[in-house]
């Protein structure tokens, strides 16, 4: 079999498809870097390419789904292209995607990293699987988007140790690990050197940074504070238990940390949230919202609920929704349960039926959507800084403010990357608030 890199040289395009989250969309862009280094076009997933590299999820049942579809996509698109597939979903069932006819490349969890050099040595033909015991997947890859001109996605942790009951994260990510700060601190320059104006801290349970290098998460934000160039850093995915007072003050008297946080909750009834095997209950969710409210009142709380979990009455389900109702975080990410194998939920009984499913999903995002909507017109009239992208719809351009509202203005291809002062005037129902350069 002739090596890949050894085929005609005219054959220098590939592309990069992504799934799931942010921590991966970070590696998937460290890896394209990757090959540019090596003298290949990094071309759109909608082009024709010689290589596609297909990053994948395995969250849920749905995120398998979307990725044997894109997989099937591109291998009909250009079915002379050698294709790769990585990620969680090649992690946990890498032998169901190599049946798919056109993959050429299974690769693992700390494989992935290494997809130039596995290509290099493999060709069309027979399928190769590079996959590995969990067990093994130890390693930290360094990585952070980049090729956005206003922000970048900069991995600071990976894995996981809490083993909740319906989460197959540390199958497919492994134990919880992290880079020395120094390291995280070269990769956050690196980004600044390309003008990048905000930073969002990414990784399965970023609360969990310094696990296996003996440092703090506090420790990391206020060094990151100290970098010139990077104006905005927001903080994703951070357990509940796992955000200290400390923490909070410190991001209240930053120049540079905004008052947005993505927590997961998963469920508002404490019942549910022992069956889930979570480490706190709903008191001590409220608490920490309550103590950053009272430190930053107009703080954006992104919070993660799932519905439908295995035994979930609809007295936990009316429980749960009461208590986020009243607790009004500003948006609710909601995820239908769906069953993962391996894992103690798929054995747990009460399985609640899809059409409940569906009707609960959708109260909570109803839910959510009002919930929102409370929390941008409460901004209405007030002066905001708004970083603005590059996106151009209908004649608009878009931003954020530091707590995390969409802002609409006239399209000004000056204003892309730039932060600003805005005025913010309406509500828009298609999510948005229109804003006035002040």
Do not use: W
């Not at 009272?294 to 035994?311: A, K, Q, S």
């Not at 530091?402 to 802002?407: Q, R, S, T």
């Amino acid at each position: 079999m002739q090596k890949f890199f050894e085929m005609d040289e005219g054959k220098k395009r590939v592309a990069f498809y992504t799934l799931g989250c942010k921590l991966n969309f970070s590696e998937t862009s460290t890896i394209a870097r990757q090959f540019s280094d090596m003298g290949f076009e990094r071309v759109s997933p909608d082009s024709e390419a010689d290589i596609y590299i297909i990053n994948t999820c395995s969250v849920t049942d749905h995120a398998d789904k979307k990725c044997r579809q894109a997989i099937r996509k591109f291998i009909t698109k250009s079915p002379n292209a050698l294709v790769a597939v990585a990620g969680c979903y090649a992690q946990l069932k890498p032998e169901e995607i190599a049946e798919i006819e056109g993959v050429d490349i299974v690769v693992g969890a700390s494989e992935k990293y290494h997809i130039p050099q596995l290509i290099e040595s493999s060709g069309k033909g027979k399928v190769k699987i590079y996959s590995c015991d969990v067990d093994a997947v130890n390693d930290f890859f360094p990585a952070y988007s980049s090729g956005d001109r206003t922000r970048s996605f900069l991995k600071v942790q990976d894995g996981c140790d809490y083993h909740c009951s319906y989460c197959t994260i540390p199958l497919a990510r492994g134990k919880s690990r992290n880079m020395p700060i120094a390291r995280i601190i070269e990769q956050a320059k690196a980004i600044a050197s390309q003008n990048i104006k905000e930073v969002i801290l990414t990784g399965v349970n970023t609360g969990d940074f310094g696990k296996s290098t003996g440092e703090s998460f506090l420790d990391l934000l206020k060094q990151l504070e100290q970098i010139d160039g990077i104006e905005r850093y927001r903080i994703s995915s951070i357990e509940p238990n796992l955000i200290t007072k400390e923490i909070a003050e410190f991001v209240v008297n930053s120049r540079k940390f905004l008052p947005h946080f993505h927590i997961p909750l998963q469920s508002g009834s404490n019942r549910i949230l022992g069956l889930m095997r979570r480490r706190y209950r709903r008191e001590l969710f409220a608490e920490k919202i309550q103590m950053i409210r009272g430190l930053m009142p107009h703080t954006f709380f992104g919070v993660d609920v799932i519905v439908g979990f295995p035994g979930e009455t609809e007295d936990d389900f009316t429980d749960a929704y009461n208590f986020l109702k009243e607790l009004k975080p500003s948006f609710l990410h909601v995820f239908p349960y769906s069953e993962r194998p391996n894992t103690p939920a798929a054995e747990m009984e009460g399985k609640v039926n899809p059409s409940e499913l569906k009707r609960r999903s959708a109260l909570l995002g109803e839910l959510s959507n009002n919930l929102h909507a409370e929390f941008f017109k409460h901004h209405l009239g007030t002066r905001q800084s708004v970083l603005f992208e590059s996106t151009r719809k209908a004649g608009l351009m878009f931003g954020f403010t530091g707590n995390y509202i969409k802002v609409a203005i006239p399209y000004d291809k000056d204003l892309v990357g730039k932060i600003v002062e805005v005025e913010l005037m309406e509500f828009n129902h298609e999510g948005f608030v229109t804003g006035k350069i002040c």
